[in-house]
Each structure stands twice: as structure tokens, then as C-alpha cells.
């Protein structure tokens, strides 16, 4: 299943350069992120209730080509790893222009953390389920997990 969310670009995301500053690509991966947990009806409330939220380890941004004041942008996600019970997962955003071309590629590694023991945790079964039918890379992989 494709994931892609439009986002209108706001005069706060530019730099002196009149072009978007580094850190806000990033802020419009983390939306569509929240976006795509929100469209399988998970919700703020849901973390809050199930005491279980989503965590980053690394976070990398590859720039590919500009995107100017004014440009409205859009940007998609992609499974490119998932554990078997959905507990690590890495996925992939490109962010493209106005005029469809690709302009950043961000790959994040995360988890989910129960919030309640502040330690990584095997996700409710809700949870589990968001990136079964996601959009997959063509290199994904299985993230294998020691089990004890």
C-alpha cells in the first residue's frame, strides 16, 4: 500500500538561503510518520492508553536537490526492515518538489518503547499490525532479534 501526504510548505521551514533548512525535512518525515499511524487509528490517545510510543535510534538525510520558498512538497513512506512482531522497524521517506523531483531521502531506525518502564518493548497487537501491508523497498529485510 502507497503512503504519500501533501504538506504546504510554511515561511518558517526556509532558511537565509530561500531554501528549506535542513531540520525541516526532517519535521515533515515525523508528520507523515504520525500521519500514517493516525490512519490506521493509532493516535496520541493510543500511546497515552497502551503506554507504548514510538522511538528513533538514527535518523539520516541524504539531500538530493533544493526545495525553494513557496514549493509545496510532497513526501511518502516505505518499510525498508521490520522485526517479526513489528518491535524495530526502519523506514524511508523521499521528499520530492513541487515538480516531482526527488530532494531528500530519509531513512529512520525505531522501536517502540514502553513508557511506563522506559524500556523497548514488543508492541500491542494494534501495533503490530500498521506496517504489514505498508509499501516495502526493493532491499527490505527482516531485522532479527535476539530472543531469550
Do not use: C
Not at 528513533?56 to 522485526?83: A, M, Q
Not at 512482531?85 to 516531482?100: A, L, T
Amino acid at each position: 500500500m502507497n503512503f504519500t501526504v501533501q504538506f504546504t510548505t510554511r515561511w518558517a521551514d526556509f532558511d537565509a538561503n530561500i531554501h528549506m533548512r535542513h531540520t525541516a525535512y526532517n519535521d515533515y518525515a515525523a508528520e507523515s510518520r504520525l500521519r500514517y499511524f493516525n490512519k490506521f487509528g493509532i493516535t496520541i490517545h493510543d500511546f497515552t492508553k497502551e503506554k507504548v510510543g514510538p522511538i528513533l535510534f538514527e535518523e539520516n538525510t541524504k539531500f538530493l536537490k533544493e526545495i525553494h520558498l513557496g514549493e509545496d512538497i510532497s513526501v511518502n513512506l516505505k518499510i525498508t526492515g521490520l522485526s517479526e512482531k513489528g518491535e524495530r522497524w526502519k523506514i524511508q521517506h523521499e521528499v520530492f518538489n513541487s515538480q516531482g523531483k526527488l530532494s531528500a531521502i530519509i531513512n529512520v531506525y525505531g522501536a517502540w518503547l514502553d513508557l511506563a518502564k522506559r524500556k523497548l518493548t514488543v508492541p500491542p497487537l494494534k501495533f503490530q499490525e500498521i506496517f504489514k501491508d505498508a509499501e516495502k523497498t526493493e532491499d527490505f529485510k527482516e531485522i532479527l532479534l535476539k530472543r531469550e
